[in-house]
């Protein structure tokens, strides 16, 4: 098992106070339609409605052996955005390249490598006056380490630097990661009880002072196999999600938001999401 990523430290908070793929906070109407080409292309077909307006998107993709490609088209923004992949490029890493067209400045290039010790992406714009951005890893034990940073060769300058040192073991993570040039404390921190069952909170101060922000967060799975979340922030604002997956394949997700300090003043934010097999 390689180093995790650097930005993939306090992942096991962020899927709690957060969500991924699965227990995703969202509190507008959502859709989509996942299926699959008999040669063997990937579409989704997705519908969100955010208040009065509606954006429908689709993404395709396709892998064959170690290559990939995927497009994703959006009609909030008339635009494309293009991912090509290549695996294994050697032991170990895995190359891709990136644009959203018709934009001919917004290409990046990718390369990611893992290995047990250390782990490394990089970023490069494939523009004139490209920014360049680095991300590493290592661990020894349970410990792991981390740097990253901006070069932004226009401005020949460094815009953007920050460090991460974490504790990880199977059923905890604890990771203080200072971001902004130093200038912002985060700390993540995570505790599975059982395979069912974990509690997460993140914390945010300025490094010279300032006001602390923090969000608590629990999950549950139930026996009938259904995802239950709670969140609260230092704002006093409440989140809940329910998730199930139905008999038939789909997964329908319900969330709330509600203000619990100024209940009558404003509306309880739900929403819907239905992916459809």
Do not use: C
């Not at 989509?32 to 208040?51: H, M, Q, R």
């Not at 009609?75 to 170990?92: E, H, L």
């Not at 209940?263 to 934010?269: E, I, L």
């Amino acid at each position: 098992m390689g180093v995790a990523a650097y930005f993939d430290a306090g992942k096991g908070a962020r899927e709690v106070l957060y969500g991924a793929r699965e227990g995703l906070y969202q509190f507008d109407q959502r859709v989509a339609l996942t299926t699959k080409t008999a040669d063997g292309v990937s579409l989704v077909l997705g519908a969100i409605n955010k208040g009065d307006k509606a954006d429908l998107s689709l993404k395709s993709s396709y892998t064959y052996k170690n290559y990939g490609i995927s497009a994703l088209f959006r009609t909030s923004t008339d635009k494309v955005d293009v991912t090509a992949n290549i695996d294994n490029v050697a032991p170990g890493l895995k190359a891709a390249i990136h644009a959203t067209l018709p934009d001919a400045q917004s290409g990046k290039l990718l390369l990611d490598y893992s290995s047990a010790r250390a782990h490394v992406r990089t970023t490069l714009g494939l523009n004139t006056q490209p920014k360049a951005s680095i991300a590493a890893t290592t661990a020894q034990g349970n410990l792991i380490y981390g740097v990253e940073g901006t070069f932004d060769t226009g401005k020949s300058e460094v815009t953007g630097y920050g460090v991460m040192a974490g504790w990880t073991a199977p059923d905890s993570q604890l990771v203080l990661q200072l971001t902004d040039k130093l200038e912002t404390a985060k700390l993540y921190a995570s505790h599975n009880y059982t395979k069912d069952k974990a509690v997460a909170a993140e914390v945010s101060r300025p490094v010279k002072g300032g006001d602390v922000t923090f969000s608590l967060g629990v999950l549950q799975r139930l026996e009938n196999g259904a995802l239950f979340k709670a969140k609260v922030n230092h704002l006093g604002v409440a989140s809940l999600l329910y998730e199930q997956r139905l008999a038939s394949g789909e997964r329908l997700a319900l969330s709330t938001q509600v203000d619990t300090i100024n209940v009558g003043g404003k509306a309880p934010k739900v929403g819907v999401a239905l992916d459809l097999a």
